[in-house]
């Protein structure tokens, strides 16, 4: 038996080596007639040409053997001349890919026989077994599909979409990992790739560092994406794309390097073993670098050292028993769900705006009469100013991460906070509205009593960028910005003002746009969360429901809001019409003054100008036709005005 250390070695022929020629029987006459010449000449001597026998074993001490055979027949004849002295040399040609890439060598005969006569070429005494059989090539156990390139005809297009179905029906598996030195790892994994060192090093090298010693090992890569953003990541970058370096290794993703590993199913279900060309279903793999006292010669450079250590890297794995519980029991989430550490300091900024302080309570109290005496000044700027000082956003912001969390606590806390702000903002402005000799509606209340989906549409996107803004310190400064945009104050104080002046019109409109800014915010910044991965794994599609069931309460009210607001669209766009047509009476011109919602519906004031009195039967002709433009529903108001 060979030492250890010499299991790699130069290729040397010496004059006692006597020299054999392998060959399949398919193998063309001609061509065998070539190579076996090349190899007289190259080895000066003469050589026995033999056809292939699978199981022949007989062959001399010392002796070398070329062989040009199938993969298949190799494998099954390894075990039968591992234990014997001899060189074997594999010419490639198209039945044998596999041991090409197990070795690293080239398509061709030639380059092969280069290699023997230059000496720059090692000789490898380790053979891979699965299983306790010979393997060549890259060994996968799991869902290879979604990561290799599908061969078929299809068009692209198609291509594309079936490997989106794949994603999207993708599951991990617990399994457990064992080293030759008895290191157990338990995990949920999509697929492993194992076998010889230094071919998955060369197969995948965005996960493997340089080194001199990759012939002895068995290695494997362990896929282990936690969303389909990360599987797709992996699919279309880290396997195909060269990876900036192998010292940190992606998420998802482990690495293991020894002599022997096992792999094997915890869950009760086979799996499923690609090895040889060949599917098969298996409770455990084994896959082992076997010592032999033949050698081969191989291709690889990184040959220089024996090594006996064992190098294992999955601390982007998932380990812990929840974690690999939620990931074997349903489909991957379509965005990565975060870790309770990545988040900690987040959810404790957010838990500590959810709680009523006497800071908060004078800001809002403060934010609150200085809207109220805006709305009656009718001033934007001190409307604007209250925006900016009132702290409503944080609490809301709160409740939506506990929903999207199912955070009890900090649901809970958050919840009485907007609560207790919003009937503290309503007794201040009823209050001050109440006290003050004001009953003329301005036009900056009027302005939130006509509550829209655009309204909602303005909320939505303000959350977006609120749950982002608390999220990302970075631009944390914004969310003034946000609190302009979304304006939550100034509706609640013009509701407060309602209830002061005793309009229930005015409080119910202005309450419905407060409630709708406040469910478009916890309905985008709850999407927002969840997109950067701070959902609950359990409650995910639970709180999504809920928030969804909000939005499509709030938006029925709205609609019906948003109708109006189409239907004095249209009264503009009929009048901008009737400005190039002609007036139903001759030396008139009619223009659209406003329009002005009511209980009992829509108010256009017109103006009627003309040079010369007009008639009581020219009046009801223009009455008339407006109406039939108009519709029935829209109440029309006539001023009449002689131009001289």
């Known amino acids: 038996m060979k030492c250890v250390v010499e299991s790699i070695m130069p290729l040397e022929i010496e004059s006692e080596n006597q020299i054999f020629f392998l060959h399949h029987h398919s193998i063309d006459k001609k061509d065998l007639d070539i190579v076996s010449k090349t190899i007289a000449n190259l080895t000066d001597r003469e050589i026995q040409t033999h056809i292939f026998k699978k199981r022949k074993s007989n062959y001399p001490e010392n002796s070398i053997l070329f062989t040009m055979v199938p993969d298949d027949d190799f494998l099954e004849w390894i075990p039968h001349i591992k234990d014997l002295d001899t060189t074997i040399i594999i010419l490639p040609y198209e039945k044998n890919p596999r041991l090409q890439q197990e070795f690293d060598l080239p398509q061709k005969p030639d380059p092969v026989l280069d290699m023997v006569r230059s000496g720059d070429n090692y000789l490898s005494d380790r053979f891979l077994f699965c299983n306790g059989k010979p393997a060549a090539g890259c060994i996968s156990v799991g869902e290879s599909e979604w990561i290799e390139d599908n061969p078929s005809s299809s068009p692209y297009l198609l291509k594309i979409l079936q490997l989106f179905k794949k994603l999207f029906s993708l599951r991990l598996r617990a399994i457990e990992l064992t080293s030759a030195k008895a290191q157990n790892i338990k995990t949920a994994a999509l697929l492993v790739e194992a076998g010889r060192e230094s071919m998955i090093s060369r197969l995948r090298p965005n996960f493997f560092k340089i080194e001199e010693n990759r012939c002895w090992r068995t290695s494997a890569v362990v896929y282990a994406p936690q969303s389909v953003v990360e599987t797709l990541k992996l699919r279309l970058l880290f396997a195909r794309v060269r990876h900036k370096s ?39 793999v084994e896959i082992e670098s076997v010592q032999m006292r033949a050698s081969i010669l191989t291709g690889e450079k990184n040959c220089a050292a024996f090594e ?28 990565p769900i975060a870790t309770e550490d990545a988040f900690a300091e987040l959810f404790m900024k957010l838990k500590e705006s959810a ?34 000082l009132a702290p409503l956003m944080a609490p809301i912001i709160a409740f ?37 000799p004001f009953t003329h509606v301005t036009e900056q209340i009027s302005m939130r009593t006509h509550p ?16 982002y803004g608390y999220a990302n310190s970075k631009v944390g400064e914004s969310l003034a910005g946000v609190a302009i945009a979304v304006a939550l104050v100034p509706p609640l104080t013009v509701a407060g003002i309602g209830i002061g002046w005793g309009s229930w019109s005015l409080f119910s409109n202005a309450f419905l746009l407060f409630l709708a800014n406040i469910v478009g915010i916890v309905f985008a910044s709850g999407i927002m969360f ?17 928030k969804l069931m909000m939005v499509g309460v709030i938006a ?32 008139v011109s009619i223009h659209l003054q406003r329009i002005e919602r009511k209980a009992d519906g829509l108010y256009a004031f017109i103006s009627v100008i003309s040079s010369s009195n007009i008639t009581n039967d020219a009046r009801e002709a223009i009455a008339r036709y407006l109406k039939k433009e108009l519709g029935k529903d829209v109440h029309l108001v006539f001023t ?3 131009q001289y």
């Open 640 to 642: 009449y005005l002689t």
């Open 530 to 546: 969840y997109l950067m991965g701070f959902a609950s794994r359990r409650y995910v599609s639970t709180a999504f429901f809920i």
């Open 355 to 388: 709680v009523m302080t006497t800071a908060y309570m004078l800001l809002l109290i403060v934010s609150v009469l200085m809207a109220t005496t805006g709305l009656f000044q009718n001033s934007s700027p001190t409307i604007i100013g209250a925006m900016i």
């Open 452 to 467: 829209t989906l655009l309204d909602l549409a303005v909320a939505i996107l303000a959350g977006i960028a609120a749950a």
């Open 556 to 587: 029925i009210p709205l609609w019906l809001s948003t109708r109006t607001l189409v239907v004095e669209e249209k009264i503009y766009d009929t009048f901008k019409r009737l400005r190039s047509a002609e007036a139903p009476v001759a030396g």
């Open 246 to 284: 192998a010292d940190t290794l992606p998420k998802g993703i482990g690495v293991l390097k020894s002599q022997k590993l096992t792999i094997t199913a915890t869950d009760g279900r086979p799996l499923q073993l690609f090895c040889n060309g060949k599917k098969i279903k298996t409770d455990s």
């Open 308 to 335: 006996d250590k064992e190098s294992i890297r999955v601390q982007n794995l998932p380990t812990d028993n929840d974690t690999i519980d939620f990931f074997t029991r349903k489909t991957l989430p379509f965005i």
């Open 400 to 436: 939506s991460m506990g929903v999207i969390r199912f955070d009890e606590g900090l649901m809970t806390h958050s919840a009485k906070t907007i609560l207790l702000s919003i009937a503290i903002a309503l007794i201040a402005s009823a209050s001050m509205a109440w006290t003050l």
